[in-house]
């Protein structure tokens, strides 16, 4: 019965999006017709809504009648995940797709801001283009709500790595980021029919481009830091494809809601805010089409039927058809020249778009060129964290520099005398801290003292700034939140990346071991039968000085799923942790052990909720709801006394062993490296790097020896040959065209004060 009356409220949601194409296309003037597209887009909502809650409702009570529940649940699953679990799989995740799509849809239509009756009806008929394709690829080939065709009494299980309160908060958020994009798509659409591409429209538009970007950065950071204890590789990104696909988008959303306050401003870079308008929910489709297809291995990946990848990349086909023929058509072919001041906020802005937009075309050449390459020469390679380190780094540190000067400059142009009075303290400062940590701490990267600089810059530079305007304006703190949250993610990340300690090995019960100057002890282990599952719970305990802590790493089995998950045991002081997995069990008293000293780490989530709430007193700023006066936040960040860095006590081979370890593929595994799994074939290839290390091997041996044997897809970093020219160069090559475009098809130029 459920799933009859779900089915009648998707194909109702469909009939609704039907209406509103046949209203435009039987009548040219769609705008007379914006009543009936006003109550289409509600009546769509409401379906969609109806259709989920009978979804979810159907996994409360358990009704195995409908396959997803059947497929997707179990009896004795905690009510959270019984909830979560409608949006887990392939088939409910769209559903929360179309749901979220049509939401934004009525949001448009109730919307009681002074958008002209032309745009708005137009910004409702593209909606209802992508919702006719989005529903019917919903119903007719990935329904959520199809009876299945047996008699079940108990379900088959939810994947136990979705068996998390992960789950109920990543994807929503992700998804009202991703499909947020829709709205900005429609408006470019729009403001390219009525060609009212103006001040008027970057206000408009930036709302929803705000929008999109805050759930898109509380999504990610959702989904970093549910990777990094649940999986238990000790990791919170590993540049996975459908890590990429998330963080494209972004990167895209965060170049264009910058180039936005120009255009409000000043009405420069129009044709360029219309394409990243465009651009944005293209690539959130291409990267549903790679979760979804099954081209791309990942762990994050829903299904691999071909038949749905066929649609869907066909959906993008049309919808990026479209988009370039409506831009083609209205494209803004007459430009004046213009001639801005090199230091004026104007300049830097572009300089930021410019960087942002060469960032995400690397991270999209690393994710597809694995792809190329096996479809033309039938090959296989791997696009892992080297090439990404290698390539999307240095960039990220020129953008955190110029980052820390943009806000400082007036628009049209700017005293240098007074810019240099302004930067001085906080570079200064910098300059005195980055000079104490060379002087202290040895062995010392290059890319960490970037990274370690330019970060710190950035962040004093943010509490600069806002001392300069004097803590005025709700906007002058959304500027301030989310360029000192992008300082404190670099700051993380430079430094518990740099410097974390490791230890590999056995332990017995009652062993002792000394760790970055901490005392753990392995204790015991027993099993416990706990609601779904069976877990085997380690207990250690680690003593600091005379204070001790208990960690109880698990290894826990779902009978159900027939599948086993490893649980970090994790412990925070300070900013740092220590992090704990148990991998093997060898004999009745012993057991292989991972454990990691990460230094403050925990920065890296705070730069991220920072960044959130950057977006989100700007979002503030701008929907001008009544009860929000002026706001006035100020986080002080206070880098406590203690252990900032890990004393690095494993040994030179050892540590060279990581090294190389950290850039070899696990060929059974998904996207990690043999130093991150715990499979057994990892743990051989690890022992032969470590043998090899011994004999007095050279990385290019070792890496040659394992690549006639494995192949290039063995490796992490894709060799610098001519069949990889295009990766290595493309970076550089798409920053070379961004200038040439600077100059010559957007015709401006620079002058000096």
Known sequence: MLSQLGNFFIALALSASFIQMLTVIFNKGYYKYALIISYMSIVHFFSISFAFLIL????????????????????????????????????????????????????????????????????????????????????????????????????????PLLQDPGLAFHPPFLYLGYVGLSIVWSFALAGLIRNSINKEWARNIRIWALTSWVFLTVGISLGSWWAYYELGWGGYWFWDPVENVSLIPWIIATALIHNLLALEKKEILINWSVLLS???????????????????????????????????IFLL??????????????????????????????????????????????????????????????????????????????????????SAIGPLLAWHQSSIRQL??????????????????????????????????????????????????????????????????????????????????????????NDQLNFSGYNLSFKNFN???????????????????????????????????????????????????????????????????????????????????????????SLLKRIKIKSVKKISLLIMLIFLSGNLFADNNMSINEERVTDISLQIRCMVCQSQTIDDSDAPLARDLKQLVRKMVSEGKSDDEIFDFLSSKYGDYILMKPRFNLSNLLLWVGPFFILVIGIFIIFKVFKISFRSN
């Open 278 to 312: 465009l651009l944005g929910f293209i690539l959130s489709i291409i990267g549903t089409f790679i979760v979804r297809s099954g081209l791309i291995t990942s762990v994050h990946a829903f299904a691999s039927d071909p038949t749905r990848g066929i649609f869907i």
């Open 420 to 509: 240099v009075s302004n930067i001085s303290i906080p570079f200064a400062l910098t300059l005195i801290v980055t000079s104490i940590i060379l002087l202290i701490f040895e062995k010392l990267s290059l890319i960490f003292l970037l990274g370690f600089f330019s970060g710190t810059w950035l962040l004093l530079s943010s509490f600069n700034n806002l001392a300069y305007i004097r803590f005025r304006g709700l906007n002058n703190w959304a500027s301030f939140f989310a360029h000192s949250g992008f300082a404190i993610l670099i700051l993380g990340v430079s430094i518990s990346s740099s410097y974390q300690n490791e230890y590999e090995g056995r332990l017995d019960i």
């Open 56 to 159: 979810i409702y159907g996994f409360i009570i358990s009704d195995f009648t409908i396959q997803n529940v059947l497929e997707n649940s179990h009896s004795l699953k905690p009510l959270i995940y019984k909830i979560s679990g409608s949006w887990g799989s392939h088939e409910g995740s769209m559903l929360l797709w179309c749901w979220v799509m049509a939401f934004y849809g009525f949001l448009i239509t109730i919307n009681k801001q002074s958008l002209i009756k032309e745009t708005k009806s137009l910004v409702l008929l593209f909606q209802g283009f992508l919702s006719l394709g989005f529903v019917f690829y919903l119903y007719f080939l990935s329904n959520p709500l199809v009876r299945s065709k047996i008699i079940a009494e108990e379900g088959y299980g939810l994947n």
């Open 527 to 617: 099993e416990e039968i706990v609601e779904n599952y069976i877990t085997t719970k380690g207990k250690f305990e680690l003593s600091i000085n005379d204070n001790k802590f208990f960690l109880y790493p698990e290894k826990r089995f779902y009978p159900i799923e027939q599948s086993q998950t490893t649980e970090a045991a994790i412990i925070s002081f300070k900013l740092s942790q220590i992090y704990l997995v148990m991998g093997e069990q060898i004999s009745d008293k012993s057991w292989v052990v991972r454990i990691w000293y990460k230094p403050m780490i925990m920065l890296i989530w705070i730069g991220g909720l920072f960044m959130g709430i950057g977006g989100l007193l």
């Open 317 to 402: 086909f049309l919808v990026t058809l479209l988009s370039l023929s409506i831009y083609a058509k209205n494209y803004i072919k007459k430009q004046p020249n213009i001639e801005l001041n090199f230091f004026s906020k104007e300049t830097f802005l572009i300089i930021n778009n410019l960087l942002l937009s060469v960032v995400a075309f690397t991270v999209f050449l690393g994710t597809i060129y694995p792809l190329i390459v096996e479809t033309f020469n039938n090959n296989r390679i791997s696009v892992g964290p080297p090439f990404y380190n290698i390539t999307v780094i240095p960039f990220a540190i020129m953008l955190a520099l110029f």
